[in-house]
């Protein structure tokens, strides 16, 4: 049984450029989360999906940042204008129902803004 | 502000002793707690994690215990050995604070042979 899946692994992009960062959930779970990781902040939470629906999004900064999950097997997290300040791991995770329980988490994308 | 903390950025234990780690939280409405290792460059892993009704779970060399009253869990490993070298990352959440977690910033374990 896979993982969570994230791609790309790394990515690299200019400032002002467009990032679109994918992640495939476990198979058979309904929630899927997105984190941020910094030195500084550590592990921040962005935005959490069940059942493909966005339930809270407190953690997104509300400029943008922009998260869609279209069907049950992949969200995305597409951050606009990237500016130096979004470099970061961000982090998917998913959980079989939800809630603030069993998380599982991706391997990351290490984003790097120029 | 940081929900989740842990004080002591870093501990060193000599092989076989029992690593101590702490966790403290601030929101009341939290009902689950969770241990997480991270490796260098690699993400977490959920170890060991316990609900609110209990104040003690075991699970081979790791014990979590809850302090509700105190605000504070914390994750103990006994006969520690060098691959528990990591950093431990202890999370909180619960269903009152829309389900998602909080993390501390990490505590690096060292375990010396």
């Known amino acids: 049984n896979a993982g969570v899946i994230q791609t790309p692994r790394h990515k690299v992009t200019g400032k002002g450029q467009e990032a679109t960062l994918w992640c495939e959930p476990i198979?058979?779970?309904?929630?899927v989360f997105w984190y941020r990781q910094t030195i500084v902040q550590g592990l921040e939470f962005l935005t959490y999906?069940?059942?493909?629906?966005?339930?809270?999004d407190s953690g997104m900064p509300k400029e943008r940042f922009s998260a869609q999950m279209p069907n049950q097997s992949h969200s995305t997290l597409k951050i606009q204008s990237t500016q130096p300040q979004d470099s970061a791991v961000y982090l998917c995770?998913?959980?079989?129902?939800?809630?603030?329980?069993?998380?599982?988490f991706g391997p990351g994308t290490r984003l790097t803004v120029l | 502000g940081q929900q989740v903390k842990q004080s002591s950025p870093s501990l060193t234990v000599q092989e076989g002793g029992i690593s101590i780690l702490n966790c403290d939280y601030e929101?009341?409405?939290?009902?689950?707690f969770a241990w997480y290792k991270k490796y260098p460059d690699n993400s977490p892993t959920l170890l060991i994690s316990?609900?609110?009704?209990?104040d003690k779970r075991e699970d081979g060399r790791l014990t979590v215990f809850l302090n509700k009253s105190g605000k504070h869990f914390s994750l103990h490993i006994t006969a520690s050995q060098p691959e528990d070298t990591a950093v431990y990352l202890c999370?909180?959440?619960?269903?009152?604070?829309?389900?998602?977690?909080?993390f501390g910033k990490g505590a690096k374990l060292t375990v010396s042979p």
């Open positions: 198979s058979g779970h309904s929630a």
């Open positions: 995770a998913s959980s079989r129902t939800g809630g603030a329980r069993e998380q599982y």
């Open positions: 929101n009341d409405m939290f009902d689950y």
């Open positions: 999906f069940r059942n493909q629906a966005p339930i809270d």
């Open positions: 999370a909180a959440g619960g269903e009152g604070t829309g389900s998602k977690l909080s």
């Open positions: 316990v609900r609110s009704n209990v």
